[in-house]
C-alpha cells in the first residue's frame, strides 16, 4: 500500500492554493495593482491619467512596447494595426453556421479560434516579427469580429471597416451602421467607448489572461490561445459579470427593492451575489470603477438618458452596500463592472455584447502577456500539481467479484 502522505514528502515540496490567491504564475512588468489601496498602473502609469489623457491606441502601445509612443510611433503603429482590421471573406462563413440565437461570446470563442486557420504566417512563436504580427492581427480584427458577431445576432448584414476612422469610432460604425444608414460617430460617444477600452486592457494575472498564458505555455497557436482566454472571460464571475450586474439592475428595477436583493446577498443559504461588487485582488474600491462612473454620466448625459432609472438604482444600491456591516466586512466594493452595463447600454449595445466588449479590449493585454511570457527565460510549460485524495494503491478487482 502506498502512503499518499509520504509519497508527497519524497516529491519536493509544492503549495497547495486553490484559486491562487497567494501563488504568483509569473513575473511581469505589464501591470502592477495594489488591491488594499485600489491602485492600477500599466507600466507605471496610473489608469486614472491614461483614461484621463491617453487613448486605446496609446495604451495598446504602452502594454505591449512598455513606453508611451512618441507621435511619429503612435501614428506607424495605429497605421500597422489597421492594415490587419478585414477578417478572410471565408470567415463570414463561420458565422451562419451558428443558430441566430446563439450568445454571442459562444460566436467569438469560435471565430477566434477559427483564426489559427487562417494565418499561418504569424505562428513561428519563437520569431519576434511573427509574433507581433499574430498580435497586431489579433488587436485589429477583434472590433470586426466583435461587429460581425454582433450583426448576425440582429440578422443585419456585416459592415466592413473603415481605416480612416481611429479603433473605437471604427467599432461603433461597424456595430451601428443599419443597410439604409450609416452611422454617425458622436465623438463623446467614441471617446466613451475609446476610454471603457482602456479600463479593461489588462489585469495582470486574471482568469483569462492567466489562460492565454497557460495555453500558450505550451506553444500553442497564438490565435487558439486567445479563444481559450475569450471562453474563460466569459463566465460569470469574470467578465460575464457586466452582463450579469445589468440583468440583476433590471430584476430589482426599483429601489424600494434594494434591501430584499442586500439580504438575499448576505445569505450564506443562497446563492445570489451582488454582481459587480467584489473582487479577488480590490479590497478597496476597484479604481476602475470610478473612472467608469464618470463615464457612464457622459454617456446618459450625451444619449439624453439622465433619468435612466436603473442609475438610480445602481447609485442606491452602492450606498446601501457600502454602509451595510456584511460589504464593509467583507471589503466588497463596486467593480468595474458595476457601472459598465448601464454605459454600454446607453451606447446602444444589448446585454449579450457586453462581455464581447470586453474581449476586445482585453485582448491587447492577452497579447502582451503571451509575448512577455514566451521572452521569459524563466518560461516553462504551466503545469500545477495536486493534492491526491483519494485511495491508495489497490488491486483490480475483476466486474464479476465487485
Ligand atoms: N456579493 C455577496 N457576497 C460576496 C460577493 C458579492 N458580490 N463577493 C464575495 N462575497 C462574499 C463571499 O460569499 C465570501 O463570503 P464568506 O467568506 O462568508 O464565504 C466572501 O465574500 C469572499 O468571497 P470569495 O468568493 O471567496 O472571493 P473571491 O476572491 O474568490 O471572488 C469574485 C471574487 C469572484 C469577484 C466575487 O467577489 C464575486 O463573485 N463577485 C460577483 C461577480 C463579479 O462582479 N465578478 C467580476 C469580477 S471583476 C472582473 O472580472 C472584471
Same mark, same amino acid.
Given at each position: 500500500?502506498?502512503?499518499?502522505? !509520504?509519497? *508527497?514528502?519524497?516529491? &519536493?515540496?509544492?503549495?497547495?492554493?486553490?484559486?491562487?490567491?497567494?501563488?504568483?504564475?509569473?513575473? !511581469? &512588468?505589464?501591470?502592477?495593482?495594489?488591491?488594499?489601496?485600489?491602485?492600477?498602473?500599466?507600466?507605471? *502609469?496610473?489608469?486614472?491619467?491614461?483614461?484621463?489623457? $491617453?487613448?486605446?491606441?496609446?495604451? +495598446?502601445?504602452?502594454?505591449?512596447?512598455?513606453?508611451? @509612443? #512618441?507621435?511619429?510611433?503612435?501614428e506607424e503603429f495605429a497605421h500597422r494595426v489597421t492594415q490587419h482590421t478585414m477578417v478572410h471573406e471565408q470567415m463570414t462563413k463561420f458565422f451562419s453556421g451558428y443558430r441566430r /440565437?446563439?450568445?454571442?461570446?459562444?460566436?467569438?470563442?469560435?471565430?477566434?479560434?477559427?483564426?489559427?486557420? =487562417?494565418?499561418?504566417?504569424?505562428?513561428?512563436?519563437? /520569431?519576434?516579427?511573427?509574433?507581433?504580427?499574430? !498580435?497586431?492581427?489579433?488587436?485589429? #480584427?477583434?472590433?470586426?469580429? $466583435?461587429?460581425?458577431?454582433?450583426?448576425?445576432?440582429?440578422?443585419?448584414?456585416?459592415?466592413? @471597416? &473603415?481605416?480612416?476612422?481611429? *479603433?473605437?469610432?471604427?467599432?461603433?460604425?461597424? +456595430?451601428?451602421?443599419?443597410?439604409c444608414e450609416e452611422y454617425v460617430v458622436n465623438p463623446v460617444l467614441a471617446r466613451a467607448m475609446?476610454?471603457?477600452?482602456?479600463?479593461?486592457?489588462?489585469?495582470?494575472?486574471?482568469? !483569462?489572461?492567466?489562460?492565454?498564458?497557460?495555453?500558450?505555455?505550451?506553444?500553442?497557436?497564438?490565435?487558439? +490561445?486567445?479563444?481559450?482566454?475569450?471562453? +474563460?472571460?466569459?463566465?460569470?464571475?469574470?467578465? $460575464?459579470?457586466?452582463?450579469?450586474?445589468?440583468?440583476?439592475?433590471?430584476?430589482?428595477?426599483?429601489?424600494?427593492?434594494?434591501?430584499?436583493?442586500?439580504?438575499?446577498?448576505?445569505?450564506?443559504?443562497?446563492?445570489?451575489?451582488?454582481?459587480? =461588487?467584489?473582487?479577488?485582488?480590490?479590497?478597496?474600491?476597484?479604481?476602475?470603477?470610478?473612472?467608469?462612473?464618470?463615464?457612464?454620466?457622459?454617456?446618459?448625459?450625451?444619449?439624453?438618458?439622465?433619468?435612466?432609472?436603473?442609475?438610480?438604482?445602481?447609485?442606491?444600491?452602492?450606498?446601501?452596500?457600502?454602509?451595510?456591516?456584511? =460589504?464593509?466586512?467583507?471589503?466588497?466594493?463596486?467593480?468595474?463592472?458595476?457601472?459598465?452595463?448601464?454605459?454600454?447600454?446607453?451606447? $446602444?449595445?444589448?446585454?449579450?455584447? =457586453?462581455?464581447?466588449?470586453?474581449?476586445?479590449?482585453?485582448?491587447?493585454?492577452?497579447?502582451?502577456?503571451?509575448?512577455?511570457?514566451?521572452?521569459?527565460?524563466?518560461?516553462?510549460?504551466?503545469?500545477?500539481?495536486?493534492?491526491?485524495?483519494?485511495?491508495?494503491?489497490?488491486? *483490480?478487482?475483476?466486474?464479476?467479484?465487485?
Amino acid at each position: 500500500v502506498v502512503d499518499i502522505g !509520504s509519497l *508527497y514528502k519524497r516529491t &519536493k515540496m509544492f503549495t497547495y492554493d486553490p484559486g491562487f490567491t497567494s501563488t504568483a504564475s509569473c513575473e !511581469s &512588468k505589464i501591470t502592477y495593482i495594489d488591491g488594499d489601496r485600489g491602485v492600477l498602473l500599466h507600466r507605471g *502609469y496610473p489608469i486614472e491619467q491614461l483614461a484621463e489623457h $491617453g487613448d486605446f491606441t496609446e495604451v +495598446c502601445y504602452l502594454l505591449l512596447y512598455g513606453e508611451l @509612443p #512618441k507621435p511619429p510611433q503612435k501614428e506607424e503603429f495605429a497605421h500597422r494595426v489597421t492594415q490587419h482590421t478585414m477578417v478572410h471573406e471565408q470567415m463570414t462563413k463561420f458565422f451562419s453556421g451558428y443558430r441566430r /440565437d446563439a450568445h454571442p461570446m459562444a460566436v467569438m470563442v469560435g471565430t477566434v479560434g477559427a483564426l489559427s486557420a =487562417f494565418y499561418h504566417d504569424s505562428t513561428d512563436i519563437t /520569431d519576434p516579427h511573427q509574433r507581433m504580427i499574430a !498580435s497586431l492581427r489579433m488587436i485589429a #480584427k477583434m472590433p470586426t469580429i $466583435g461587429a460581425m458577431a454582433y450583426k448576425y445576432h440582429i440578422g443585419q448584414p456585416f459592415v466592413y @471597416p &473603415k481605416n480612416n476612422l481611429d *479603433y473605437a469610432a471604427n467599432f461603433l460604425r461597424m +456595430c451601428f451602421t443599419v443597410p439604409c444608414e450609416e452611422y454617425v460617430v458622436n465623438p463623446v460617444l467614441a471617446r466613451a467607448m475609446d476610454r471603457i477600452f482602456i479600463l479593461h486592457a489588462d489585469h495582470e494575472q486574471n482568469a !483569462s489572461t492567466s489562460t492565454v498564458r497557460l495555453a500558450g505555455s505550451s506553444g500553442a497557436n497564438p490565435f487558439a +490561445c486567445i479563444a481559450a482566454g475569450i471562453a +474563460c472571460l466569459w463566465g460569470p464571475a469574470h467578465g $460575464g459579470a457586466n452582463e450579469a450586474a445589468l440583468n440583476m439592475l433590471v430584476e430589482i428595477g426599483t429601489v424600494d427593492r434594494i434591501p430584499e436583493y442586500i439580504a438575499k446577498a448576505k445569505d450564506r443559504n443562497d446563492p445570489f451575489r451582488l454582481m459587480g =461588487f467584489g473582487h479577488r485582488v480590490y479590497k478597496n474600491y476597484d479604481p476602475r470603477a470610478k473612472i467608469m462612473q464618470k463615464t457612464m454620466y457622459e454617456v446618459l448625459e450625451a444619449t439624453g438618458h439622465t433619468s435612466d432609472p436603473l442609475m438610480k438604482v445602481a447609485l442606491e444600491l452602492e450606498k446601501v452596500a457600502l454602509s451595510d456591516e456584511y =460589504f464593509i466586512e467583507k471589503k466588497l466594493y463596486p467593480n468595474v463592472d458595476f457601472y459598465s452595463g448601464i454605459t454600454l447600454r446607453a451606447l $446602444g449595445f444589448p446585454t449579450t455584447m =457586453f462581455t464581447v466588449l470586453f474581449a476586445l479590449a482585453r485582448t491587447v493585454g492577452w497579447v502582451a502577456q503571451w509575448n512577455e511570457m514566451i521572452q521569459d527565460p524563466h518560461q516553462r510549460i504551466g503545469r500545477p500539481r495536486q493534492l491526491y485524495v483519494d485511495a491508495p494503491l489497490r488491486d *483490480y478487482v475483476p466486474i464479476s467479484n465487485r
